[in-house]
C-alpha cells in the first residue's frame, strides 16, 4: 500500500488530449470506488497541474455523487523547478506549513481526500541533490499534521493516476511523444479495470475476491511465509498477531473506501527479528529519482547484513543507512504475476503502480493496521509484537512467474500459496 | 482601488500562448512594483488555471527576488461550472472556510498576497442567480479573515491581470480568437506600461506623479468637488479630514507597494451626506456578470433620489436596494482621459482596469484609509466624518474628454482641477 505524500514532485499542463471516456471512467472509480464520496461529504483533492483535465472530470461527478463542496490544491512542475533553479538557500528548509494544517482542519471536519498522480517521476534528478532533501524534510515534517489522519486512516481517502505527457515520456522515452502518451494512457485504463464492460463491478468482484484471500490467510495464522525463486531463497517471519489486508477497507469514519486504484496486494506485517536469507530483486527499483537495478539482499535475525546493487549501489546504501529500521521488513505483500499491472508490462517509476506488479517486500516502516488490535496500539506494542520503525517506507519487487511462496505453521506444516507467481487455493 | 475578492469566477489554461517577454514584464512588474516583495518573504498567490503561464513567470521572477516559498491557490473554471450544474442545493451555501483562514495565517506569518486575474467575467450569467448569490454570500463570509489584512492594509499585496482566452472573447465577441487574444494582450502590456523602454523607471515616475497630485489635493483641503460634462452636473462633498491617495502605498509591515496593477487615479472618500445634483455614466458598468448601460442617477442630500439605467435597471434598483448605504458614496476618484486604460478604448468588464478608464463615483462603503487617521478610526468616528457603511462598493464611471471637475473651498472659492478631462496644474 502506497500513500501519498505531499506534492513535491509536480508536473505540466497541456499536451496530448485525453480520451473523455478514460476520463469519465477514471472520475466514476475515483468517486465511487477510490473514495465512496458521501452525500454532503467534501472534498480536498491534491493535483499536478498536468492532472487538471481528469481533476476536472472528478469535481463534476463528484458534485453529481452529492459532493458537498470540492477544492482542488494544485502543484506546477515549472513552480517547483523555479524555486530549485532560482530560490535563495533559505528557501529549501521552508513548506507550507499554514496549507498542510488546513488541509488536516479539512479533514477533521468531514473531508474526505484523493491524490491524483501523473508528476514526471524525475523532475528533480538533476537538480542538487541536498536541496532536494531539504526541500523534502522540510515539507515531510510540514505536512505530517495532514498525513496522521491518513495514516491513521480516519477518513476515506484514495490515490489515482492521470496519463501525462512528462510521466509517459519517461516510461518509454525511445516512442515519439503522442505515441508514449497513448501507451501509458493505454495501461493506466487496463490497470483501472476500465477495459471491463462494468468497471465498478469488477473492482467490487475483485475487492472480494481480495477480502476472501486476506481472510483464508488470517484463519490460517502462518508463522512464517518461505519465498523460493532465481536468486531467492528467503524465509519471512510474521508479526505476533498480524493481520492481513488488502482492496477495500473501512475507514474510521465508516466509510469502505479504496485507497489505492490499482490494487493488486493483500499485504500485512512482517517480524523484525525473524527475516533470513536472500532475496534479489526482480524490476529496477525508482527510489527519489534514482533507478536501483538487480538489488540482492541477505537478511540474518531480521536484519540485512549484506546489500549490493549492479547500478545505484550508493542510494540503496544511503537508504539503508537511514535508521536502524531501514534495514528491516515493515511490510510483506503477494501479488499474482498475472496482475494486470504486471501483464502490461512495464515499469511505471510509481509505486502506486510498481508494487502492484509483483510480490514484494518493504524496508522500514511497518502498518499498524495490518497488527490486531491496529491503531490503538503504542509504538511499544507494535515493537513487542515484532512490527518495524523507521522514517522509511520502501517498497522493492522479489515476485515473478518463477516465484513460489509457502506458508509455513509454528509445528512446521507447510502450506503452498503461490506456485509459478500464481495463487495456489490452499 | 479594488480589492481582490474570494475568486468565485476562474477561468480556462489552455489556448493560445503568451508572448515570453509580455510574461517577463508583468512578472517582473507583479513583484518589484506591485509586491515589492522583500527578501525571504512568501508569497500567497491565488490565480485561475487559465493564468497559469503568467503565475509560472511571476513564481521565477519572486524566487529570483529572494522569495522564501511562492504557495499557488489555484481555481478553475470548470470545476466552478461543475459545481453549478451538478451540485446539490446543500452546496450553495458551503464555502472552503478552512482554506481561508490559512491564508490569513499566511499573511499573518509575514506572507505577501498576489490575486492574478483572467476570468471569464461573464461565466456565471446564465447559472441560477439565486445558487450564485448564495455562494458569492457563503464565499465572502468565509473570505472575511484572509480579506481583513488585504482590507487593513496589513500587508503588502497586489493584483495584476493575465491575458486569457475567454475572457478576450467576451471584450471582443466579434473577434476571432487569436485576434480578440492578440487585442487583449497588447492592451495589457500597454495599460502595464511595459511598452515604455524601463517599465520599473516608468511606473517609479507615474507613482510619483500621483503622490505629487494627491499632496497638492491633501494641501488643498477642498470642502467639495464640481462634475460638469454632457448630463452630468454633480456637488460632491468631501469628507471631514478626508485623505486623497493613488499609485503606491506604504502597507502597515512597511512595505511600500502597488495593490493595483494598472492604476491611473486618486481617490478619496466622499461625505455620505453632502452630494448633489446629477451624474450620467460615460460608460457601461460590469456588475455581476450583467452589464447596465446609461446609467442616471439624481442625488439630494447625499442620497440617490432617481436612477434608471437604459439596460440593465432592474440590477441597478435592485443593487441600489441593498441597503440605505448602497444609494450613497463610498469614493470620489479622478481619472484623466489621457491615461493608458481610457486610450486603449476597450471595456473590459472588470474593475481593475474600468475604473481607471475615466474619472468615478462609488455607490457604498468608503476606504478608511482615505481618512484622516485611517485604520484605526471606529465606525462612529467614520461614520462622524461623512464616511459611507454598506456591503456594496461599485464604481461608475462619470469621467470623459468633455468632464471640467472643480475643486471648491469652503468660503467658495473655486479652483480649476480638470479641463475637458485632464489636470489642469492648480
Same mark, same amino acid.
Do not use: K, M
Given at each position: 500500500m502506497t500513500q501519498n505524500s505531499a506534492e513535491i514532485f509536480p508536473a505540466h499542463d497541456g499536451g496530448p488530449a485525453l480520451d473523455p471516456d478514460l476520463l469519465t471512467g477514471l472520475a466514476k472509480l475515483a468517486v465511487?470506488?477510490?473514495?465512496?464520496l458521501q452525500q454532503g461529504q467534501d472534498l480536498v483533492m491534491t493535483t499536478p497541474a498536468s492532472a487538471l483535465p481528469l481533476a476536472r472530470a472528478i469535481t463534476a461527478e463528484a458534485y453529481r455523487a452529492g459532493a458537498g463542496l470540492v477544492t482542488p490544491i494544485v502543484s506546477d512542475r515549472d513552480m517547483t523547478l523555479a524555486r530549485f533553479h532560482h +530560490?535563495? *538557500? +533559505? !528557501?529549501? &528548509?521552508?513548506?507550507p506549513d499554514w496549507l498542510y494544517d488546513a488541509m488536516a482542519k479539512a479533514y477533521e471536519n468531514g473531508a474526505a481526500r484523493l491524490a491524483l498522480v501523473g508528476e514526471d517521476?524525475?523532475?528533480? !534528478? #538533476? @537538480?542538487?541533490a541536498s536541496k532536494v532533501g531539504r526541500a523534502n524534510r522540510a515539507n515531510a515534517a510540514a505536512y505530517r499534521p495532514a498525513l496522521a489522519p491518513i495514516a491513521g486512516f480516519h477518513i476515506n481517502w484514495s490515490i489515482i493516476a492521470c496519463p501525462t505527457p512528462d510521466w509517459a515520456q519517461r516510461m518509454f522515452? &525511445?516512442?515519439?511523444p503522442q505515441a508514449a502518451f497513448d501507451l501509458l494512457a493505454q495501461a493506466i485504463r487496463m490497470t483501472a479495470r476500465?477495459?471491463?464492460?462494468d468497471p465498478v463491478a469488477a473492482w467490487a468482484a475483485h475487492n472480494a475476491h481480495l477480502a476472501q484471500r486476506c481472510a483464508r490467510l488470517n484463519d490460517a495464522r502462518f508463522d512464517s511465509l518461505h519465498f523460493r525463486g532465481p536468486g531467492t531463497d528467503l524465509r519471512v517471519g510474521l508479526a505476533d498477531g498480524h493481520f492481513w489486508q488488502g482492496g477495500a477497507s473501512v475507514a474510521r469514519n465508516g466509510v469502505r473506501c479504496n485507497?489505492?486504484?490499482p490494487t493488486e496486494e493483500v499485504f500485512t506485517t512482517p517480524h523484525a527479528a525473524r527475516v533470513d536469507g536472500v532475496a534479489r530483486a526482480t524490476k529496477p527499483l525508482s527510489h527519489h529519482g534514482s533507478l536501483i537495478e538487480d538489488i540482492t539482499m541477505r537478511f540474518e535475525n531480521g536484519r540485512v547484513v549484506e546489500a549490493r546493487a549492479a547500478r545505484g549501489d550508493e542510494v540503496l546504501q544511503d537508504m539503508l543507512s537511514t &535508521? *536502524?529500521? +531501514?534495514?528491516?521488513?515493515?511490510e510483506v505483500a503477494l501479488v499474482p504475476h498475472s496482475s494486470p499491472v504486471s501483464r502490461s508490462? #512495464?515499469?511505471?517509476?510509481?509505486t502506486l503502480f510498481d508494487e502492484n506488479a509483483a510480490s514484494h517486500i518493504a524496508m522500514g516502516q511497518c502498518y499498524? !493496521?495490518?497488527? @490486531?488490535?491496529?491503531?490503538?496500539?503504542s509504538k511499544e506494542d507494535i515493537a513487542a509484537r515484532g512490527g518495524n520503525e523507521s522514517l522509511i517506507h520502501v517498497d522493492w519487487m522479489i515476485g515473478s512467474a518463477q516465484m513460489d511462496v509457502d506458508g509455513l505453521h509454528a509445528g512446521g506444516d507447510t502450506v503452498a500459496l503461490m506456485r509459478a507467481g500464481e495463487w495456489v487455493d490452499f
Open positions: 465511487h470506488v477510490g473514495l465512496n +530560490a535563495q *538557500d +533559505a !528557501s529549501f &528548509d521552508r513548506a517521476p524525475f523532475l528533480l !534528478s #538533476h @537538480e542538487d522515452p &525511445d516512442l515519439a476500465l477495459d471491463q464492460p485507497p489505492n486504484i &535508521d *536502524d529500521g +531501514a534495514a528491516r521488513l515493515g508490462g #512495464h515499469l511505471y517509476f510509481n499498524a !493496521s495490518c497488527l @490486531e488490535g491496529g491503531d490503538g496500539l
